[in-house]
């Protein structure tokens, strides 16, 4: 039987206008989209810190520093690409994904079979095994003057 392990990952992003709205790796038709130094794809950053986390190595922010300009507007996909390299190279190998995507900004319903095969693609696993919910804020977001995207996810990896 193989070894398992799981991983939690959460990552929040205000939403901001001005900037592209990159979620899971797909592009919303959206007036704002996340802030950061990178697309700020939130669910990706999720996905890697739960990934990196289960492989207890370390996380997002400590591979790939905000402070480094070659990080500045990077696509979050290839950041993943990077994190599931470094899993390989430890023998894991991603299992699945749950993933709950709480926002103010576009509506995640009528894409989540989108995200499911995008992000599916990009973790090498069948849609089946990448679970997408949304959920709103419930206004939260601006209570603090502004919008923004929260997600969590839980993975297991295997080897
Ligand atoms: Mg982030």
């Known amino acids: ?3 398992l392990r799981v991983g939690l990952g959460f990552d929040v992003h205000r939403l901001v206008p001005g900037r592209p709205c990159w979620l899971g790796g797909v592009l ?4 704002t989209g ?3 130094h990178s697309d700020g794809d939130a669910v990706l950053h999720a996905l890697c810190d739960a990934l990196l986390g289960a492989a207890g190595l ?3 922010g400590t591979l790939f520093p905000d402070t480094d300009p070659k990080w ?3 696509d979050s996909a290839a950041l993943l690409g990077e994190v599931c390299a470094r899993l390989g190279a430890a023998g ?3 299992h ?3 993933i709950v995507i709480a926002t103010e900004g576009p509506r995640i319903a009528p894409k989540r079979a989108e995200l499911r095969t995008r992000l599916a693609g990009l973790l090498g696993l069948d849609p089946d095994a990448v ?8 206004g939260m977001g601006a209570l603090a003057g502004g919008a923004g995207v929260a997600v969590q996810v839980v993975c297991l990896i295997a080897r």
């Open 1 to 3: 039987m193989s070894e």
């Open 28 to 31: 919303f038709d959206h007036p």
């Open 34 to 36: 996340p802030a950061g």
């Open 58 to 60: 370390d996380d997002l």
């Open 72 to 74: 500045k507007g990077a």
């Open 92 to 94: 894991w190998r991603p």
């Open 96 to 98: 699945n994904a749950d």
């Open 131 to 138: 679970n997408v919910k949304g959920k709103t804020l419930e």
